[in-house]
Nanobody, 123 residues
Framework: QVQLVESGGGLVQAGDSLRLSCTASGRALNLEAMGWFRQAPGREREFIAGMAWTTDDTWYSGAVKGRFTISNDNAKNMLYLQMNNLKPEDTAVYSC????????????????WGQGTQVTVSS
């Protein structure tokens, strides 16, 4: 099992930037792909970005493409999400996930979830 811990959330104004981090730990880590989900109050969980660990292939949802950038640090087993030009509709709890690589969205089936970090964007 992989433990995932997110950090970097906070309260910002529209147009600001934030960088989220996710640390992966556990025995015999063999990461294939990781990604970010978000869930706003009263809304379903939304997959927004995925990244293959070895090929660096990435995928973004239409809602964040061009504003958010997913990246990783293989040596530190860390995943990042740089969020620029934030909008009030980006307000949500952001969680990272560990997944099997595959599919058009880079991430296939999810194996582990983090607890999430709150991002609030005021207008």
């Amino acid at each position: 099992q992989v433990q995932l811990v997110e950090s970097g959330g906070g309260l910002v104004q529209a147009g600001d930037s934030l960088r989220l981090s996710c640390t992966a730990s556990g025995r015999a880590l063999n990461l294939e792909a990781m990604g970010w989900f978000r869930q706003a109050p009263g809304r379903e969980r939304e997959f927004i970005a995925g990244m293959a660990w070895t090929t660096d292939d990435t995928w973004y949802s239409g809602a964040v493409k061009g504003r958010f950038t997913i990246s990783n640090d293989n040596a530190k087993n860390m995943l990042y999400l740089q969020m620029n030009n934030l909008k009030p509709e980006d307000t949500a709890v952001y969680s990272c996930m560990n997944c099997h690589a595959g599919g058009s969205r880079v991430c296939g089936s999810v194996t582990d979830w983090g607890q999430g970090t709150q991002v609030t964007v005021s207008s």
